[in-house]
Every structure is written in structure tokens, then in C-alpha cells.
């Protein structure tokens, strides 16, 4: 997974690195996609059976932590088929500099977090236009 | 040396390119954090469980409306049938929109696309009695089962 972090790293892009952390009992790590549109960096987790109000996002030193507190579902009857555990989720990402930590946005929506990392307006990649001399 | 400079930066690309094909064919079904007997590639995963008189099936479909899953009870098997939708790249939080071809993925571990998944039932079920609810991406089944799988208690007379 490392591996193809860092082959997906473009040159000259802040890499978004999983930050190791040992995760407590029943703490899932969510599915994530991170995706880089220049001006912010969108990362889309996968975090069924959540509130909005039972997740934690916090930007802090360059280090984007994303927490969430699943509450226990009614479990009736007997397991006939077990395939996966219910729990909370945590995943942390290296970001680096360059963010605007004030403008990070999250939204919950359908078992999805949301997150808008803004960049500063400083280091947005610009185009500069090339007059003829 | 315009040969070396396309033939040194094309082969990196072509990399890139190759590991997210790799890594997509091995996340089209996302891993979910599963233990059990779930066999590799399907979706979604389920639990099931039995009380006395129904079947519950819940399934974690994040990113999915109602409208975006279709289940079908035939007696003793549920079929579960629908569609993650992709990501939406062009939608960014201040507005701007973003070009798709710019856009890079540092990460892609969500599967999406179409899936199907039969799932075998304990006992037959009332088809007609299903209900189904999709709440913040878990979907919770209930199936009642049918009259002649319940159990039935019989009274002991004395003599």
C-alpha cells in the first residue's frame, strides 16, 4: 500500500501518508480516496453507520485526523453469518504544509465523510501565461 | 537527447498508470474490515442473523441511495443487486470547478460500479413481509419468515 502511495506521488506534491498509529479494539480504518484538485485536497472516507455529530475531523500540524463513533446496532437473534465487525473508525494523513487549516469543510452524508482540505492561497499552482516578446 | 528525456519520463507514467490498474482490480470490491467466510471480491458484506420468527440481513453500503439498490427475496435466498456511484471529481468545496483531467489521485480504495451478491437464507421467508432500510449507508433486511419455518410450540398434555 506504502509502494503505491509513492508511486502515485507526483513530484513537487505534498504526499498524503498514513500516519502510523495503533489502533484500539474494534477501531476500523475506513476506505479512503484522496483526491488532488490543485486549489484542495478532497478526501472521501467510507464510514457506514455514523452521525454527523459522532465525527471528529481535526487539521493539526499538518496531520488530517479523521474520528468517528459508531453507535452499537440491535443484534437480535443469532449470528447466522458473521462477515464483518462493527466499531468506530480512525485514519490519519500526513498533509504537510501549505494547507489552510481554517477552511477545511467536512460533510456526512449516505455513510460518507467528506473532506476539503483548501490549500493557502499562496501555494496554489498558477498558470502563468507566456507573452510573445 | 528528446529521445531519453520522453523514453525517462514515460516509463514512470506507464508505472503509475499500471499500479492504479492493479490497484483498482484489487479494490473493486472494497476490503472491507471483515473477518469471517466472505470470499475475496465480493460486496458487499453481510451479517446475518436468526431470531425466532425472522432473518435480518444488514449490509454496509456506503454511498448509496435507496434508489441505487434492488433486493429480491425467492424463498430461501435474497438477491442483493445495485451500484456504487463513482466519486464526483469535478466538486470542490469553494466552488471552483475542477478540471477532470488535472485532478490526482493520491489514493483509491473505494471500489465502485455495479455488484451482486445471492445470499443464501437459513429458512424460507415470507417474501411478501420484507422490509428493508438504508440508514447512513448500513442496509438492514428483515425478512419474516415464512409460517410453516417458524417454530411451533406444542403443548404436552397429561395423561
Same mark, same amino acid.
Given at each position: 500500500?506504502?509502494?503505491?502511495?509513492?508511486?502515485?506521488?507526483?513530484?513537487?506534491?505534498?504526499?498524503?501518508?498514513?500516519?502510523?498509529?495503533?489502533?484500539?479494539?474494534?477501531?476500523?480504518?475506513?476506505?479512503?480516496?484522496?483526491?488532488?484538485?490543485?486549489?484542495?485536497?478532497?478526501?472521501?472516507?467510507?464510514?457506514? !453507520?455514523?452521525? /454527523?455529530?459522532?465525527?471528529?475531523?481535526?487539521?493539526?500540524? &499538518? @496531520? %488530517? $485526523?479523521? =474520528?468517528?463513533?459508531?453507535?452499537?446496532?440491535?443484534?437480535?437473534?443469532?449470528?447466522?453469518?458473521?462477515?464483518?465487525?462493527?466499531?468506530?473508525?480512525?485514519?490519519?494523513?500526513?498533509?504537510?504544509? !501549505?494547507?489552510? /487549516?481554517?477552511?477545511?469543510?467536512?460533510?456526512?452524508?449516505? &455513510? @460518507? %465523510? $467528506?473532506? =476539503?482540505?483548501?490549500?493557502?492561497?499562496?501555494?496554489?499552482?498558477?498558470?502563468?501565461?507566456?507573452?510573445?516578446? | 537527447?528528446?529521445?531519453?528525456?520522453?523514453?525517462?519520463?514515460?516509463?514512470?507514467?506507464?508505472?503509475?498508470?499500471?499500479?492504479?490498474?492493479?490497484?483498482?482490480?484489487?479494490?473493486?470490491?472494497?476490503?472491507?474490515?471483515?473477518?469471517?467466510?466472505?470470499?475475496?471480491?465480493?460486496?458487499?458484506?453481510?451479517?446475518?442473523?436468526?431470531?425466532?420468527?425472522?432473518?435480518?440481513?444488514?449490509?454496509?453500503?456506503?454511498?448509496?441511495?435507496?434508489?441505487?439498490?434492488?433486493?429480491?427475496?425467492?424463498?430461501?435466498?435474497?438477491?442483493?443487486?445495485?451500484?456504487?456511484?463513482?466519486?464526483?471529481?469535478?466538486?470542490?468545496?469553494?466552488?471552483?470547478?475542477?478540471?477532470?483531467?488535472?485532478?490526482?489521485?493520491?489514493?483509491?480504495?473505494?471500489?465502485?460500479?455495479?455488484?451482486?451478491?445471492?445470499?443464501?437464507?437459513?429458512?424460507?421467508?415470507?417474501?411478501?413481509?420484507?422490509?428493508?432500510?438504508?440508514?447512513?449507508?448500513?442496509?438492514?433486511?428483515?425478512?419474516?419468515?415464512?409460517?410453516?419455518?417458524?417454530?411451533?410450540?406444542?403443548?404436552?398434555?397429561?395423561?
Amino acid at each position: 500500500m506504502n509502494q503505491q502511495a509513492v508511486m502515485n506521488q507526483p513530484a513537487g506534491t505534498t504526499p498524503a501518508t498514513d500516519v502510523a498509529e495503533r489502533p484500539a479494539a474494534l477501531t476500523f480504518q475506513p476506505n479512503v480516496d484522496i483526491r488532488d484538485l490543485g486549489g484542495e485536497v478532497v478526501f472521501t472516507a467510507d464510514i457506514p !453507520g455514523s452521525k /454527523a455529530d459522532g465525527i471528529d475531523v481535526t487539521f493539526e500540524d &499538518g @496531520v %488530517l $485526523t479523521m =474520528h468517528a463513533t459508531v453507535p452499537p446496532r440491535e443484534q437480535a437473534g443469532r449470528p447466522i453469518r458473521q462477515e464483518y465487525g462493527i466499531g468506530n473508525y480512525r485514519r490519519s494523513f500526513r498533509l504537510g504544509d !501549505g494547507f489552510d /487549516a481554517s477552511q477545511v469543510t467536512a460533510d456526512y452524508a449516505r &455513510g @460518507v %465523510l $467528506t473532506v =476539503h482540505v483548501p490549500r493557502l492561497a499562496a501555494v496554489r499552482p498558477r498558470k502563468v501565461a507566456v507573452r510573445a516578446g | 537527447m528528446t529521445t531519453f528525456r520522453a523514453g525517462f519520463a514515460l516509463p514512470l507514467e506507464e508505472l503509475r498508470d499500471e499500479f492504479d490498474r492493479l490497484w483498482t482490480s484489487l479494490t473493486a470490491a472494497p476490503p472491507l474490515h471483515g473477518w469471517g467466510v466472505r470470499p475475496e471480491g465480493v460486496f458487499p458484506a453481510v451479517n446475518v442473523r436468526e431470531t425466532a420468527d425472522a432473518v435480518s440481513v444488514e449490509a454496509e453500503l456506503p454511498g448509496l441511495d435507496a434508489g441505487d439498490v434492488e433486493i429480491s427475496v425467492t424463498g430461501e435466498e435474497l438477491l442483493l443487486r445495485g451500484s456504487r456511484p463513482q466519486t464526483e471529481p469535478a466538486a470542490t468545496g469553494n466552488g471552483e470547478a475542477a478540471e477532470a483531467a488535472k485532478v490526482v489521485w493520491h489514493r483509491r480504495e473505494r471500489g465502485t460500479g455495479g455488484f451482486e451478491r445471492r445470499i443464501p437464507l437459513p429458512v424460507a421467508v415470507d417474501p411478501a413481509g420484507v422490509e428493508a432500510r438504508l440508514v447512513d449507508g448500513v442496509l438492514l433486511i428483515t425478512c419474516p419468515k415464512a409460517a410453516e419455518a417458524k417454530p411451533h410450540r406444542v403443548e404436552v398434555r397429561s395423561a
